[in-house]
């Protein structure tokens, strides 16, 4: 089974890491303890049949008699960690020995030194020590199993005290790891309940470090969302407010086409219905474009050659010229540079739109497309209408703004549109005045086609 929660994951590695090194430890432990037991035990052994031979009288030998005193209980309980015996090595008599001590030497061969040996049909580990005179020796033994019993009996001290610090480090752990994720279950809680408007960022200052790029990208995340509901919000404005005015005067000429009373004034105003149709179709294609735009963060370049795009767009334009008697010079050579078809499209169409729109009848229209300095594409459309003044040159790229004194109504979105696909493109825009120093001129320059927009 996969757990998917981090908090899980991480304890179960933490709890399998401490479990992995309380494994080892344990095996130290228990090989240090046998060792260390072995060792003491070794060690109290012959102190003990040291201090005993030095204790006894000379005389001991002399004894006939090896008849004991009786101890009151529970002594033979304690008695039996305790083995002792006392051989005369003159005539190999049991001399004295402790009642749990089998009456059969500990040490068969009379040997010094330790010795494990079989005594009454059980393993010993014995001790065997003479005196100088080498009249009388001291054997002291314990029974293997009472040496296996202590060791277990440490290594079972060891593994209780282990068990306790294990559960203790591993509730700790778990405290550790509960409290630093309670920063971001707040967080989450938060969220939950916020309202679906709120794109308040996330204070860093509350979460730990190691979660900081996460909170960062939640935070950029909302900022996006934000930006996207703000321009669709703003497209929304734009779109009622820019559509009720020609649907308005849709309405008051379809009004009078109703009420006209013979042919002509009738077809007037259907003419103005059709006028005013078509500025309502140009007005929603530039509010649709203006929305494409807002909806891509970033556009995709390929190379395009400016110079067949132009041409083709131009194309559209030609009845519209010729229905005003207005005369479109195409200069154009290839041009290749790195752009978004669909942007660089919808830029040409609305620099022709507008020089067209603007243009008495009769006008010149001129659209060049060449290479510049340094591999740049540039595009220039100028005309000899009655121009735009220089004090309104750079206003007449913001959104919805109108030069006064037009004969022309617009929206005011078209060369907003064209600056801001020309910025997209990291394109330099330029104006001035246009053919034969008379109307107006845009000039706008793609960097080359190997330099990324």
């Known amino acids: ?20 090194f309380w494994i080892v430890w344990m095996s130290l432990l228990t090989w240090t303890e046998t060792r260390d037991v072995t060792g003491r035990l070794d060690s109290a052994l012959s102190q003990s049949a040291r201090q005993a031979l030095m204790s006894i009288p000379k005389r001991v030998t002399d004894m006939a008699s090896t008849e004991t005193f009786v101890a009151p209980p529970p002594s033979p309980v304690e008695l039996k ?109 938060a969220l939950r309940h916020r309202d679906r408007l709120d794109f308040t960022p996330l204070a860093l200052s509350e979460f730990p470090l190691e979660v900081h790029p996460f909170v960062n990208a939640v935070n950029a995340l909302q900022a996006r969302q934000s930006d996207a509901l703000m321009r669709e919000r703003q497209f929304l404005s734009d779109a009622a407010h820019e559509l009720r005015t ?77 229905a005003k008697a207005q005369h479109i010079r195409l200069e154009i050579e290839p041009t290749v540079v790195l752009a978004n078809v669909d942007a660089v499209g919808v830029l040409i ?53 109108r030069v006064s004194g037009s004969k022309e109504s617009g929206s005011g979105i078209g060369l907003s549109l064209v600056a801001r696909i020309a910025r997209m493109h990291s394109a330099r825009v330029s104006c001035g005045e246009g053919i034969d120093g008379k109307g107006w001129c845009v000039s706008i320059a793609f960097p080359a086609a190997g330099a990324p927009p």
């Open 349 to 401: 169409r609305n620099l022709i739109d507008n020089a067209l729109r603007h243009a008495q009848t009769g006008a010149r229209v001129e659209i060049l497309c060449r290479a510049g300095n340094d591999g740049e594409g540039v595009l220039t459309v100028r005309d000899d209408g009655p121009g735009i003044p220089a004090a309104d040159c750079e206003r007449v790229f913001e959104r919805f703004y």
């Open 81 to 189: 960690r305790v083995n002792f015996q006392m051989w005369d090595l003159r005539t190999g008599r049991l001399l004295m020995r402790t009642p749990s001590s089998p009456r059969e030497p500990f040490v068969p061969d009379f040997g010094e030194g330790f010795k494990d040996s079989t005594a009454a049909g059980g393993p010993w580990r014995a001790y065997a020590v003479s005196d100088m005179e080498g009249r009388v020796q001291i054997q002291m033994a314990r029974a293997e199993e009472q040496i296996k019993a202590d060791i277990v009996s440490s290594v079972l001290k060891g593994l209780g005290g282990a068990m306790v610090m294990f559960v203790c480090l591993a509730s700790m752990m778990w405290i550790t790891v509960v409290c630093s994720f309670r920063p971001m279950q707040r967080a989450g809680e």
């Open 246 to 322: 020609p649907l308005a005067a849709l309405t008051t000429q379809a009004q009078q086409a109703l009420r006209a009373t013979d042919a002509a004034h009738r077809d007037e105003a259907l003419v103005q219905v059709l006028a005013g149709t078509r500025r309502a179709t140009r007005l929603a294609e530039q509010l649709l474009d203006q929305a494409q735009l807002d909806a891509h963060d970033c556009l995709v370049a390929d190379r395009v050659d400016l110079a067949s795009l132009v041409s083709l767009e131009v194309r559209e334009f030609d009845a519209r010229a010729q």
């Open 1 to 20: 089974m996969t757990m998917k929660a981090l908090r899980s994951r991480q304890l179960v590695v933490m709890l399998v890491v401490q479990a992995g």
